[in-house]
Structures are given as structure tokens and as C-alpha cells.
């Protein structure tokens, strides 16, 4: 508990300095630390981000073979499970990216410190930009924060097409009402990392269709 309370601590320490004693604002004092966070990150993200989209490519290439086992051994499951996981050793899989799992427990704490440092808007009673005051909702920047997070779902090339529409707009909705619930600067926060992410997705898709044009990555 020290310990998160020293987190959330050198958050709101590191706002105060960048918006006062830099000067920066309170509304580009959030954008520019929610980008330092992020960037802090990416090392982690990008791994993340990587190895997933790479595993769903290469499920998507199994999906007939795994139609078929499942077509062939309905009737067994046991052998089922056994010739999908020797389908899996085969292309580099596991049933679980452990890896994956732990970078993203590892990042939560600190998505979450910035979350809890700017919930109740305490001390950032500012104006921003049309904002009148960061502390209370604004109906055009929750709007803004759920564009956003259509933006950085859309952004998002492994998402099932049949589902595509609902996983894109169902948080979309869900953002903007959570959005007008809670200080603006909350939604300036939200904003900012979904188009962090949205960015940082576009990149992995380009970098990893380059490697594969290249030879250097098969799917």
C-alpha cells in the first residue's frame, strides 16, 4: 500500500511541476505525461502488441485445420485436445502467451496510478482549451474520448470481421458515458492514450507486414 501511495504521490507530484512549475497547464501537463508514461512503456506494449497480432495471424491460418480436428475427433476429446496441441507445437504456439500475460500485469499498476491521480480531478480545477473546468464532466471531450477509443479499436487489424461493427462501437459507447461520469481531465487522459495506441498499432501492422514482404518473418 506504501508503495502505491508513493506512486500516485509522484504522479500528482509530476503534474504539479509540469503544469506550474513549467508552466505547461494542467491540460497539456496530463497529455504530456500520459505520453511519457506511454513511451516509458512501449518497450513493453510493442512486445505485447507484436506477438500478439503475429499469434493471431498464424490462428487464423489454422483455423481450417483446427475446423477439422474438431470435425474428426467430436466424438473424443481427449484426442481432440491431443492433436490440437501437437497442431500448435508444430507452428510455435502455446494455448497461453505467457509472456504477454506478464508484461501486461506489469504495465496495469501504472495505467492504473494515472487513473486513481486524476479520478476525482482534486486540484486540477483548470480550463483548457473550450473546457471551462477540467474537474467536471464535458460533454464534448467524452464524445471525443469515445471517438477516440473507436479510433484506436478500429486500428486493431485482428479483429474477427463478423464482429468488427459491435467491438468497435460497444466500447466506443461505453467510453463516452463512462467519460461524462468523471472529471474531463479524465477524458484528456483517455483521448490521449487511445491515440497513443491507435499509433502504436498502426506501426506494428506496417512493421509486420514489411518483415513478412522481407522474408524475415513467417507466418
Given at each position: ?24 497547464g ?23 502488441g ?8 498464424k ?6 485445420d483446427?475446423?477439422?480436428i ?74 471525443i ?8 479499436m ?11 461493427t ?30 497513443f ?16 514482404r ?6
Amino acid at each position: 500500500m506504501d508503495l502505491w501511495m508513493l506512486w500516485l504521490d509522484t504522479l500528482r507530484n509530476a503534474l504539479d511541476f509540469l503544469s506550474t512549475d513549467l508552466g505547461l497547464g494542467t491540460g497539456v501537463a496530463v497529455i504530456g505525461l500520459t505520453l511519457l508514461i506511454r513511451t516509458a512503456l512501449l518497450p513493453i506494449t510493442w512486445s505485447i502488441g507484436y506477438r500478439a497480432s503475429v499469434r493471431q495471424r498464424k490462428l487464423t491460418q489454422l483455423r481450417p485445420d483446427l475446423e477439422r480436428i474438431k470435425s474428426v475427433y467430436k466424438q473424443s476429446p481427449e484426442l481432440q485436445m491431443q492433436h490440437t496441441l501437437a497442431l500448435y507445437r508444430e507452428r510455435g504456439l502455446s494455448f497461453v502467451d505467457g509472456r504477454s500475460l506478464i508484461g501486461a500485469i506489469v504495465q496495469m499498476p501504472l495505467l492504473l496510478g494515472m487513473f486513481q491521480a486524476l479520478r476525482d480531478g482534486a486540484g486540477l480545477a483548470a480550463r483548457f482549451l473550450w473546457v471551462g473546468n477540467l474537474a467536471r464532466p464535458d460533454v464534448l471531450l467524452a464524445v471525443i474520448a469515445g471517438l477516440t477509443t473507436a479510433l484506436m479499436m478500429s486500428a486493431n487489424p485482428d479483429l474477427p470481421e463478423h464482429m468488427r461493427t459491435v467491438l468497435v462501437v460497444v466500447p466506443a459507447v461505453i467510453a463516452t458515458i463512462a467519460a461524462f461520469q468523471f472529471a474531463s481531465v479524465l477524458a484528456l487522459y483517455w483521448a490521449t492514450t487511445n491515440c497513443f495506441s491507435a499509433a502504436q498499432t498502426t506501426g506494428l501492422r506496417f512493421v509486420i507486414a514489411r518483415r513478412i514482404r522481407m522474408g524475415t518473418l513467417r507466418i
